[in-house]
């Protein structure tokens, strides 16, 4: 191509000169955005999360900060399976791929087992009382059958070999022994009080 008609093309077509131009500029504005979003993102640069399960939480700091993560304590339960203080579950897990400069959620097993008031279950039926214990959390249950003319029926309660007081706070893992009754006795006319028709009432 002709030298004297390639420069003189700006002058002959100004317009269409200036939009090349911009078109020019705008392909290399874009193209330094994109650099830049590689260069302070570390696009494609990537670290493994270490597995923090059962360390306990002095253990997990040392891991995270070796690897340029922070870690934040979020939650706690309660759980024999690990020691006191000692990290249970994470967020994100491990073996993860993930950026640098993260945070890793904790959660960690408590130095003692979660208390919850413990509820009013005497002359409930030993099914619905159950249900209740349960709700709350209790697992531990075990019951006695004794001798009592209401059958199903909830007649007592003890914790650690005495009797539960309604109302009071008690750790979920504490055993349970409710005493149900075994039914089939006949109850004296003499000896039935207003207690007794009461509990007679529920169960009908």
Same mark, same amino acid.
Request: hydrophobic fraction near 40%; glycine fraction near 8%; proline fraction near 4%.
């Given at each position: 191509?002709?030298?004297?008609?390639?420069?003189?093309?700006?002058?002959?077509?100004?317009?269409?000169?200036?939009?090349?131009?911009?078109?020019?500029?705008?392909?290399?504005?874009?193209?330094?955005?994109?650099?830049?979003?590689?260069?302070?993102?570390?696009?494609?640069?990537?670290?493994?999360?270490? *597995?923090?399960?059962?360390?306990?939480?002095?253990?997990?700091?040392?891991?995270?900060?070796?690897?340029?993560?922070?870690?934040?304590?979020?939650?706690?339960?309660?759980?024999?399976?690990?020691?006191?203080?000692?990290?249970?579950?994470?967020?994100?897990?491990?073996?993860?791929?993930?950026?640098?400069?993260?945070?890793?959620?904790?959660?960690?097993?408590?130095?003692?087992?979660?208390?919850?008031?413990?509820?009013?279950?005497?002359?409930?039926?030993?099914?619905?009382?159950?249900?209740?214990?349960?709700?709350?959390?209790?697992?531990?249950?075990?019951?006695?059958?004794?001798?009592?003319?209401?059958?199903?029926?909830?007649?007592?309660?003890?914790? *650690?070999?005495?009797?539960?007081?309604?109302?009071?706070?008690?750790?979920?893992?504490?055993?349970?022994?409710?005493?149900?009754?075994?039914?089939?006795?006949?109850?004296?006319?003499?000896?039935?009080?207003?207690?007794?028709?009461?509990?007679?009432?529920?169960?009908?």
């Amino acid at each position: 191509m002709d030298k004297t008609k390639l420069l003189g093309f700006p002058k002959r077509h100004p317009i269409l000169f200036n939009l090349m131009l911009i078109g020019l500029s705008f392909l290399a504005l874009v193209y330094a955005v994109l650099l830049s979003i590689d260069v302070f993102t570390d696009h494609g640069e990537y670290v493994v999360v270490p *597995d923090l399960k059962g360390k306990s939480l002095n253990e997990a700091e040392l891991d995270v900060r070796a690897v340029g993560f922070k870690c934040e304590i979020t939650d706690s339960t309660y759980n024999d399976n690990f020691d006191r203080g000692a990290i249970v579950d994470q967020e994100p897990k491990a073996n993860s791929k993930v950026k640098a400069n993260r945070t890793i959620y904790l959660t960690i097993n408590a130095f003692m087992p979660r208390k919850v008031s413990f509820p009013r279950v005497v002359d409930m039926s030993c099914r619905q009382g159950r249900a209740v214990l349960e709700g709350l959390g209790f697992k531990n249950i075990k019951v006695d059958t004794v001798s009592s003319p209401y059958k199903d029926l909830i007649i007592n309660v003890k914790v *650690d070999g005495r009797t539960a007081v309604a109302g009071e706070r008690l750790p979920l893992l504490i055993p349970i022994n409710l005493s149900v009754g075994s039914g089939g006795e006949e109850v004296k006319a003499d000896s039935i009080g207003v207690d007794s028709l009461f509990v007679e009432a529920k169960i009908q």
